[in-house]
Each structure stands twice: as C-alpha cells, then as structure tokens.
C-alpha cells in the first residue's frame, strides 16, 4: 500500500520559471510532510518540511503547500535553476518516540533547462 | 556538528554470499537510525530502522537483517544475498522529534552477480 504517491516521474521546466512538483497521500495521521533532493549516487539531501496544522511554509526559492482535505503537498521552486536538476522526494512522517519514522514517495525527476 | 559514515561505497557480491555494510553517526547521543534502500527505477523503502541499542523494527520481510550493538553504530546484513538484493543502500539518522527530518549518509551501492 503506497501512502505517500508521486504521479509524475519526470518534470522538465525551462531556467528561470517555475517548477512544481505534487504529492499526495492516503494517511490522514501524518503530522510531517518533508522535501528531500537527490543526485545520483548521493544520499538525499532535505529541502524544506511542513507541519500537518500549517498550510505553507516558505525558504528561499522553495514554498511547500499544503492542502489536507485533498491529501495533496506540493513543492514550488522559483526561479528555477540548472543547478535543481534532480530527483525530489516527497516524505511523510508518522508515529513519534519507538515508531518515528519517514515513508517517501517514488519521486519525480526534474529536469531545468538552461 | 553531526557527521554520518557509511561503508563501503560500492560492493560487488555472488549470489549467495554474506553481506555486511556499517553505519556510523558522530557528534549526537542515541540517535533514531535507519536503513534505506533505493532500487534501480523506485523509490525510497524503508527497511529497519531502531530508536535505541539493540532495538530494531523491521519494515519489509526479507532475507536481510540490521542490527545496532552500539549506540551510534547500525548495521545491516544478509547470511545469503539474492539478485533481488541490489540496489542502493541508504543510511540515516534523525533525533526523532518534531519533523523527525533525516540526514542520510552517502550510500552503498551493492551489485549481486
């Protein structure tokens, strides 16, 4: 059962507009949702995360978006840069004390072009 | 400041050999510690992961099995790798409040022949 789903697998923008990246999730229980980037052969690296009780949370080019009643995140880059290109993963976290733990989403390859 | 090592990088094992990669965080007290593992085309599956020494929980059924003997130190293993066990292993640590946001090592990338 994937709880946390990324329906795009590929994205490609142009340098300078914006990219958009979308989420979506089954478990209402989740209380973090987290960005995470990723370059090949590199462990990820985290972007920015969001509180389930928020519905935006800003830094920088990135702006995370929630909406909870469509059980659906989305991540906003602005502008857009050759330097984003990468694998962006959507994480959810759940539990807290013995059973903290994040699930990820499959991720979507983005792609800038300069 | 917190630094996580993982090792080897990369591996290259027979079907049916024993497996071993070591992870090991520095500068934070009893970490949250995980097991990741990327294969080829998916996405981020979480494998084991333990919130305390000796303390393991364990996410997917398989023949691979971790295990913490020191606070800092998390390993994961296999007695009989199979094909299916390629792919690229991911370790990680939180302090497991608020967020709960991991920081991952570098990565194992593991190639069963």
């Known amino acids: 059962d994937q709880q946390v789903k990324q329906n795009s697998p590929s994205l490609s923008v142009q340098e300078g507009r914006i990219s958009i990246l979308n989420c979506d999730y089954t478990?209402?229980?989740?209380?973090?949702f987290l960005w995470y980037k990723k370059y090949p052969a590199e462990g990820p690296t985290f972007l920015i995360s969001?509180?389930?009780?928020?519905d935006k949370n800003e830094d920088g080019r990135f702006t995370v978006f929630l909406n909870k009643s469509a059980k659906h995140l989305s991540l906003h880059i602005v502008p857009s840069q050759p330097g984003d290109s990468a694998v962006y993963f959507c994480?959810?976290?759940?539990?807290?004390?013995?059973?903290?733990?994040?699930?990820f989403g499959t991720g979507t390859l983005l792609a800038v072009q300069p | 400041s917190q630094t996580i090592h993982q090792w080897p990088a990369t591996l290259v094992q027979p079907v049916g050999s024993p497996l071993s990669l070591e992870c090991t965080v520095e500068?934070?007290?009893?970490?949250?510690l995980y097991w990741y593992r990327q294969a080829a085309g998916r996405g981020l599956q979480l494998l084991f992961y333990?919130?305390?020494?000796?303390?393991i929980s364990s996410e997917v059924p398989q023949n691979l099995s971790a295990s913490r003997p020191q606070d800092r130190q998390f390993i994961l293993s296999s007695k009989k790798l199979l094909l299916s066990d390629s792919g690229f292993y991911l370790c990680?640590?939180?302090?497991?409040?608020?967020?709960?946001?991991?920081?991952f090592g570098a990565g194992s990338r593991l190639t069963v022949l």
């Open positions: 478990n209402s229980m989740f209380d973090y």
């Open positions: 333990s919130v305390g020494i000796g303390q």
């Open positions: 990680a640590w939180s302090s497991g409040v608020g967020a709960n946001v991991l920081t």
């Open positions: 969001i509180s389930s009780i928020k």
């Open positions: 500068g934070t007290s009893n970490p949250n």
């Open positions: 994480a959810a976290s759940v539990g807290g004390g013995a059973t903290n733990k994040l699930i």
